[in-house]
């Protein structure tokens, strides 16, 4: 019997694992890119137990010689790209790195296989910051308006891999994810922010949490659903481009009052606004129109909004509470 391969660019993220896993399911042969380091970050993979069913293959993507390298050696169907310098405030400090990675290194995976096997069905993660503050509901035909270092390199990402579809004749797709969640997002982010906050509290170890805007407003989902329409857009007859959302929006102030209330605290008395942590150019709402998505793969979520905020609340206070099951090494990223 065939079995399919796929390459996992950026498999060491929050999304990474999931797919992995996923893809372990469907019965394919996974290899999951990760950027050399110092230390290696496998944390997220062992937290879902799927490290032992991939095989890792180092790369990066601003070397596009270890892209060529990579692609050679797992020989892949499928690749998802992944990869990115996910941080939006980050991309205003080191903007000219997260061109080089997020908008060029995609330009390098692309014609990576367009030199080796432009057959390779190939994913590339967009974002809905590509938006910007262009009025809600936002959907395939919504305009762009990036605002920030970030979703600007994004934006470039997203056309390259347009381009390459239509110059080349490439199966080449774009899911404009809006922000997805689980308990393996990185401590750098709002959500995690709050859900390992309110753990620690409810824990004793501190006292208050500081956030910035509390009204922004968010379409969060969960990973784990997510990646499903990942898969599922490299399974369609033609590529295409398709938004990936809950179509619900929620602020911050919502996500912290649903996170404190979880665990019987009222969020007013540990939550403090301070403003060092504004973005420049935040966005206000975001919320997406996944019609397509829903009609032409029959993607829709199964996690809703309550719920996701509950398994990363568990996940935090597991933690904790038994920690010996965790090594420090591991507690420092989670």
């Known amino acids: 019997m065939f079995q399919k391969r796929a390459l996992i660019i950026g498999v060491t993220g929050q999304d990474g694992p999931y797919l992995a896993k996923f893809l372990v399911s469907k019965g394919y042969k996974v290899f999951g890119g990760y950027r050399r380091s110092s230390t290696r970050n496998f944390w997220r993979l062992h937290c879902l137990d799927v490290k032992k069913d991939i095989e890792m293959v180092q790369l990066d993507l601003l070397d596009q010689t270890s892209l060529l390298a990579a ?72 305009p762009f308006n990036p605002n920030s270092p970030y979703s600007s390199a994004k934006l470039y990402a997203h056309w390259v891999t347009k381009s390459y579809r239509t110059g080349y004749n490439m199966f080449a797709c774009t899911g404009i994810l809006f922000n997805h969640e689980s308990p393996l997002r990185g401590i750098e982010f709002i959500t995690k922010k709050i859900t390992d906050g309110v753990a620690r509290i409810k824990m004793g170890y501190i006292d208050k949490i500081y956030l910035g805007n509390l009204e922004a407003k968010r379409d969060w989902g969960f990973a784990g659903d997510y990646v499903e329409a990942m898969w599922m857009m490299l399974q369609q007859k033609k590529s295409d481009d398709y938004v990936v959302a809950t179509g619900e929006s929620h602020s911050v102030r919502e996500f912290c009052e649903e996170a404190f209330s979880y665990v019987g605290l009222d969020y007013k008395k540990y939550v403090e606004v301070d403003k060092k942590f504004f973005r420049p150019n935040d966005i206000n709402c975001l919320l997406g129109d996944a019609s397509k998505a829903r009609k032409i793969l029959g993607w829709k979520p199964k996690v809703g909004f309550k719920e996701l905020v509950r398994m990363m609340i568990d996940f935090d206070l597991d933690k904790y509470q038994n920690s010996a099951k965790y090594t420090k090494e591991f507690l420092k990223h989670i």
């Open 71 to 142: 692609i050679k050696y797992s020989q892949p169907d499928e690749i998802y790209n992944l990869g990115a310098q996910s941080f939006v405030g980050v991309s205003f400090e080191e903007a000219v790195a997260t061109g080089e990675i997020v908008g060029l290194g995609v330009t390098r995976v692309l014609d990576s296989i367009r030199i080796l096997n432009p057959k390779i069905k190939f994913y590339q993660a967009s974002t809905s910051e590509l938006y910007g503050n262009v009025p809600p509901p936002q959907n395939e035909d919504t």
